[in-house]
């Protein structure tokens, strides 16, 4: 069974409004956490936004906010008010395993295309 | 602070000859991850060191792949030989121990012809 689920390939937003990346995952730990990473065209693997299973309160940072129901397993990104410049892959991936950060690997889920037009 | 350091950014073989893939992570982060990415699917871990120990190998074919990290800093990913599955993107992030946070290279996007 796939850890990390997007069940959207591509997804297209006009400008100035708000988008809603899908995913879901699936995990028996019950300390983990979930990440989401941007990926430009060139490449680079960009970190966006992160929330961990204990964490009270949806994390946000600026115009990304991540919606967490721990009863669905899911972690959807939510963009808003989308820039050209959002127009990228996005990756959703999860870590598992107790303790502090040190010890830990990422499964990432196979990612979501958005295009922003203007 | 600078950024993960991976060259070469491209490189093209043939099957069957060999490649070497260099990284260096932000000063002071004890934790490497080298990543491969096939086109069109998210990044898959090939291994994990902290300082110069491996910590997690399970998914790296050691029949043609190895890596070190022999100072605890730079590492260096090896592929030989190489096969046509090979292509792909390989990614290096490092992190500090204590953190969640991984930050990523740009990646050496290899072909194999």
């Known amino acids: 069974a796939q850890k990390i689920t997007q069940t959207q390939p591509g997804m297209f937003v006009q400008e100035k409004e708000a988008v809603t990346l899908d995913c879901t995952y699936d995990?028996?730990?019950?300390?983990?956490?979930l990440f989401w990473y941007k990926q430009p065209s060139s490449g680079e693997m960009i970190f966006l936004i992160y929330q961990g299973s204990y964490d009270q309160q949806n994390a946000t940072e600026g115009r990304y906010s991540l919606n967490f129901q721990k009863a669905r397993k899911s972690a959807n990104l939510v963009i808003s008010a989308s820039q050209l410049g959002d127009s990228a892959m996005y990756f959703c991936a999860m870590r598992e395993g107790r303790g502090g950060g040190s010890n830990y690997k990422l499964t990432f889920g196979k990612g979501t295309l958005l295009t922003v037009n203007p | 602070e600078a950024g993960v350091a991976q060259s070469p950014r491209y490189k093209i073989i043939e099957k069957r000859q060999s490649v070497a893939f260099w990284c260096n992570p932000i000063?002071?982060?004890?934790?490497l991850y080298w990543y491969q990415q096939i086109l069109g699917q998210g990044p898959k871990l090939l291994i994990q060191?902290?300082?110069?120990?491996?910590?997690?190998d399970s998914q790296l074919p050691k029949d043609r792949f190895s890596a070190e990290r022999l100072k605890g800093v730079d590492s260096t990913l090896k592929i030989q030989p190489a096969k046509l599955e090979d292509s792909a993107v390989y990614l290096c992030?490092?992190?500090?121990?204590?953190?969640?946070?991984?930050?990523f290279g740009p990646g050496t996007r290899l072909t194999v012809t």
């Open positions: 995990t028996s730990d019950p300390s983990y956490g």
């Open positions: 060191f902290q300082n110069n120990g491996v910590v997690d």
């Open positions: 992030a490092s992190k500090q121990l204590t953190s969640y946070e991984q930050y």
């Open positions: 000063s002071g982060h004890a934790t």
